[in-house]
């Protein structure tokens, strides 16, 4: 969902709504993106999701590296995507 600032200002309630059902909420200026509303938890720290399965896919990965041992550097995002892109034999 996206709204223009001016919108926000008289939508602010139902945007919030609109975010702690988990909707993307997006204040633009202008035509350009600037903002976004977020829900937080009892702490008050945003609750952020990934929903890009890519990013869902890379930690995965990382977190099977990490828990396995086979962690490992790699010299730039190039290479770690080619060793990602790799089948691996799952433990």
């Known amino acids: 969902m996206k709204a223009t600032i001016a919108e926000a200002k008289t939508r602010l309630g139902k945007l919030i ?21 977020v829900p937080v938890d009892e702490n008050g720290s945003p609750e952020l999701h990934v929903r890009d399965a890519a990013a869902d896919f890379i930690a995965n990965e990382a977190r099977f590296e990490l828990q396995t041992g086979l962690a490992q550097v790699h010299e730039s995002p190039a290479k770690f995507a080619t060793a990602i892109a790799k089948p691996r034999r799952r433990a």
């Open 17 to 37: 709504d609109a975010a702690l059902r988990g909707e993307r909420v997006v204040i633009t200026r202008g035509s350009k993106p600037a903002a976004a509303i």
